[in-house]
């Protein structure tokens, strides 16, 4: 399934946070968003995912306007990983998981045998099917993150959209979590704070620099070391990963001036 944003500006408080941003992900294609602190990577995911309405501009699924679908026709569409997406109450892993499945739940809401085997699917494809009886409060970091995702897997959307989904995570967690994600075939925008990851994993990036995309394209085109000097502050060097010939980079303090 195709996103595509378009002309799309947020407003907070009164306050505009993203201007006029367009982009689009294609089918089964992740797309990083990249971009200092407050630079409005959260802004306009959230935007994407509902939590907000935008001021001006759309969120078209396959040409759909997502704001125009009821609140179960997106979700049966499109899971978010917002950047804190736990829970309070300390259910058991397989119930965190089994919430994906009320968008598909008519009636009673109970699930069904279905839905049962779906939720299982999806732990197992995360490898988290030996945490289902585990209280979700009592894991670690990398474990959670498993568990949301087999929650936004088990929802069986055609989108993908997740906050910071490396946050918090060690580097062995973070190179597991987004291979789950390219993995799932899934068509995929993420907010992601490392640029290596970020470069490796994604085909596409965004950068964005005061609510404004200021450069677009592979990662190769775009992880200039003019571009981090301007959009992050910092001189960066570039060398090439030696097994994936992905661009990396180095980064110091840019020179005094």
């Known amino acids: 399934m195709r996103l595509d944003i378009t002309g799309l500006s947020v407003a907070v408080a009164g306050r505009r946070l993203v201007h006029d941003v367009t982009l689009t992900a294609g089918s ?57 997406a736990g829970t309070d109450f300390d259910f058991t892993a397989a119930e965190v998981v089994a919430m994906g499945r009320l968008p598909h739940q008519r009636g009673s809401g109970r699930p069904s045998a279905a839905d049962r085997e779906i939720c299982a699917r999806a732990l197992a494809r995360v490898g988290a099917d030996h945490l289902a009886d585990r209280g979700f409060l009592g894991l670690s970091g990398g474990e959670k993150q498993r568990v949301l995702i087999a929650r936004a897997l088990a929802q069986e959307p055609r989108v993908l959209v997740l906050d910071e989904p490396t946050n918090h995570l060690d580097i062995a967690q973070q190179l597991e979590v987004l291979a789950l994600v390219r993995e799932s075939n899934l068509t995929v925008l993420t907010a992601l704070h490392d640029l290596n990851l ?60």
């Open 28 to 84: 089964g294609r992740l797309v990083g968003l990249v971009g200092p602190n407050g630079s409005g990577k959260s802004t306009l995911l959230r935007c994407v995912y509902r939590a907000l309405r935008p001021a001006a501009g759309s969120v078209l699924l396959d040409g759909a306007d997502l704001h125009a679908l009821t609140a179960r026709e997106s979700a049966t569409l499109l899971a978010a990983l917002p950047q804190e």
């Open 198 to 257: 970020a470069a490796v994993h994604c085909d596409e990036l965004h950068v964005l620099s005061a609510g404004r995309i200021v450069a677009s394209g592979p990662p190769h085109d775009v992880l200039t070391a003019e571009l981090l000097a301007k959009v992050f502050g910092v001189r960066a060097h570039r060398v090439q990963h030696p097994e994936t010939g992905a661009v990396q980079l180095l980064f110091d303090r840019l020179p005094a001036s």
